[in-house]
């Protein structure tokens, strides 16, 4: 296995598993999973990070590299400030928007990984 098969099996996985964790804490019934949820999420970015300078190792435009980084990088800092943002009545709103985000890791996790195995092999200077 490549470590970018690892790390696209990692940002599925780990993202599969983290949305439903964040679906069950976000029901209240279970507060006590947020320090699992937070580190596999944790994992997930890294995940999508190591994707990114994969792919732009590869030769993936940087455009798509950046934007997958810069995605990454946005949503642990929502995901650890989300509790202080719109608190009271409105704040599902940045619980949307904090979903909408691990969406798009594991979309981002997709495209990188599409775009690495489409990318024809270069040689890679000595």
């Known amino acids: 296995m490549t470590l970018a098969t690892g790390a696209r099996?990692?940002?599925r996985i780990g993202g599969s598993i983290v949305l439903l964790l964040g679906l069950v804490i976000w029901t209240g019934r279970a507060d006590e999973l947020k320090d699992l949820h937070i580190l596999i999420g944790i994992i997930v970015v890294v995940a999508l990070w190591t994707l990114a300078v994969l792919a732009a190792r590869a030769g993936v435009p940087l455009v798509l590299v950046g934007l997958a980084a810069v995605w990454g990088?946005?949503?642990?800092?929502?995901?650890?400030?989300q509790a202080n943002l719109l608190v009271g009545d409105w704040h599902w709103v940045i619980q949307v928007i904090h979903l909408f985000f691990g969406l798009g890791v594991i979309g981002w996790g997709e495209a990188l990984g599409r775009a690495i195995k489409s990318t024809p092999s270069r040689p890679v200077a000595p």
């Open 73 to 81: 990088l946005i949503q642990p800092v929502l995901g650890l400030t």
């Open 9 to 11: 099996l990692a940002v």
